[in-house]
């Protein structure tokens, strides 16, 4: 569950900004990604009251959906940044699929069990609360002792069993909203998505040049 916290929200709503602003030179804050700054500000600091007139649970991780090049991944960057350094509270470990998949293809599937426990000197400590950028892809599918497997599939549902049984969340980014992602995943694993997160757009075309 994310944490509320007493703040002043002009003042960090700027350092925010600041934070993007340091990843990337120039970034623009503009009609098409306002309304989701401000969605994933308010989130993360936990603001109750506005998360529920906009139907936003701080119960549930976040599932931020745009199209390629619309800067989900340089404003998850900026919130771990934000949550970790200025907050220090909310925060969480950020992971690429694509890097965890090509892990699973070297190590196996038991990689994927840091995902349910933070790793810390070798000692199983509490299960991590993370992000994993990017999901949804054509390579998602490894085979594993001669098993075709989808290892995001298998992530959602290992980062599913951690949120019943712990209440720890799981945020993720897509180009791909729920209701087309059956050409990627199972029903049920859609359904277990759905459950475990918000879902929050990003409108706008391509910012890369």
Known sequence: MIKSISLEPIKHKNILVSILNSIVNGFEIDNTNKDTI?????????NDEFCK???????????????IGTGKTILMKAIKKYSGEILRANSFQSFQ???IIDNVNISG?????????L?????IANPITCYIDDICSKNEKIKNFGTEINV???L??????????????????TNIFPAEM????????IDRLIEMCNVIGLTGNSRRV
Do not use: M
């Open 53 to 67: 007139e906009n139907g936003i649970s701080l119960n549930k991780g976040i599932l931020l959906v745009g199209g």
């Open 182 to 189: 059956d050409k990627y995943y199972d029903e049920r694993i």
């Open 38 to 46: 401000n969605k994933l500000f308010n989130y993360f600091i936990g």
């Open 97 to 99: 699929a694509s890097e």
């Open 152 to 154: 995001i599939e298998q």
């Open 119 to 123: 790793l810390n000197e070798r000692k």
């Open 156 to 173: 959602i549902s290992l980062r599913y069993n951690i949120f019943s049984r712990y209440n720890k969340l799981t945020h993720f980014s």
């Open 109 to 117: 599937v038991k990689y994927l069990e840091e995902f349910g426990h």
